[in-house]
């Protein structure tokens, strides 16, 4: 029990916690293994949270792909060496925040240093292609792509970014000589 | 041929395959993002496997889906091009892509699938209420 906090420490951690999410207008922050049960729990919440809201239904189908799409990345690639992005134990952070003219879906999981150029590659092309482009990839990818053992089809990043209309906003940041933290934030627009 | 009937989950769609001549009825409709997706598709796959050896004189198949993943695109294309090898032996195929009439996102994916299966392709709008 070494790593734990001290009870004043605790409390000032909660209270910080709590502090920066009110600023940062974080409904959801989950740190932990993503699985299926995670998975539909979040996006049934966020449905619920958006209905009470009375965000309009493109916003919410767009909400609620998105977050399919970053949750499976973490929970399919996860354990698959051969596949580009390999998160250990499918763990990830996952972090939903709202003001009044967007959505931002963002998830962070450690990644493979070897496998960065490839991923970085992948996603700078996605970012690179119009409406139209990124349609005829989705085609190619779905016609010629092979589901991972997982499940993975390799196409969520491209429906990330066709289904928000928007960049793909990521980073890596090094851990050690093997590992790097991947974050990815996407936005949908809560207009329409 | 046997009559396959799955009910619809918040995560995994209604499934009817029902090639009875008189009545038959092949649908797939709701929510699709199973866990794993090739297990819940595998039964849909080889039941089509086995009806395209004697399809009935018309096959007429249902899309009316919600929403789906990727993963879960990936195995309707799989269903789409066995239809399309039913097509192309010479049997008469339609496949019925239903979409909700506010949801261009679901119109667009019907008309991206009958752009990459060469199969009779039908967009169905309907309105929810």
């Known amino acids: 029990m070494n790593d734990s906090l001290h009870p004043k420490e605790s409390l ?16 959801l922050a989950y740190e932990g293994e993503i699985t299926h049960q995670i998975t539909k729990a979040f996006t049934s919440l966020t449905e619920n949270n958006m209905n009470i ?46 003001d009044e003219d967007e959505y931002n879906i963002t998830t962070g999981n450690v990644v493979k240093t070897k496998s960065v150029p490839d991923l970085k590659k992948m996603l700078e092309n996605i970012n690179n292609l119009d409406k139209e482009g990124l349609k005829n ?8 792509g092979r ?18 209309g928007e960049k793909l906003i990521y980073s890596f940041l090094e851990i050690d000589e093997s590992n790097a933290f991947f974050v990815l934030t996407s936005t949908i627009s809560r207009e329409k | ?16 395959l029902d090639a009875t001549p008189e009545t038959p009825h092949l649908e797939i409709s709701g929510r699709s993002l199973p866990e794993d997706v090739v ?17 009935l004189g018309k096959t007429v198949f249902n899309f009316k889906l919600e ?29 019925k892509w239903h979409y909700p009439d506010d949801d261009e996102d679901m119109e ?7 752009d990459i299966v060469e199969v009779p392709f039908e967009q169905v709008s309907y309105s929810i209420d």
């Not at chain 1, 920066?20 to 409904?27: D, E, G, L, P, Y």
């Not at chain 1, 809201?53 to 060496?81: G, T, W, Y």
């Not at chain 1, 990839?137 to 010629?144: G, P």
């Open chain 2, 108 to 114: 667009e994916a019907g008309q991206e699938y009958a």
């Open chain 1, 147 to 164: 589901l991972s053992p997982k499940g993975g089809a390799g196409l969520g990043f491209i429906d990330i970014a066709r289904k928000t």
């Open chain 2, 39 to 55: 297990t819940f598709y595998a039964p849909i796959i080889e039941w089509l496997e086995e009806y395209a050896g004697a399809p």
């Open chain 2, 1 to 16: 041929m046997k009559v396959i009937k799955i009910h619809g989950t918040d995560d995994t769609p209604q499934v009817i």
């Open chain 1, 137 to 144: 990839l989705y085609k190619q990818q779905m016609r010629e």
């Open chain 1, 12 to 27: 000032d951690f909660v209270y910080d916690f709590y502090v920066k999410m009110k600023k940062n207008k974080i409904n």
């Open chain 2, 67 to 95: 929403y789906f993943n990727t993963a879960s695109s990936k195995l309707l294309l799989d269903i789409l091009l066995k239809l399309e090898d039913i097509h192309e032996d010479g049997h008469e195929v339609l496949v």
């Open chain 1, 53 to 98: 809201d009375n965000d309009p239904n493109s916003v919410q189908k767009k909400v609620f792909h998105v977050m399919v799409e970053c949750l499976q990345n973490i929970s399919k690639h996860a354990e698959n060496r051969h596949d580009i992005i390999s998160s250990k134990d499918g763990r990830g952070i996952f972090l939903v925040s709202k």
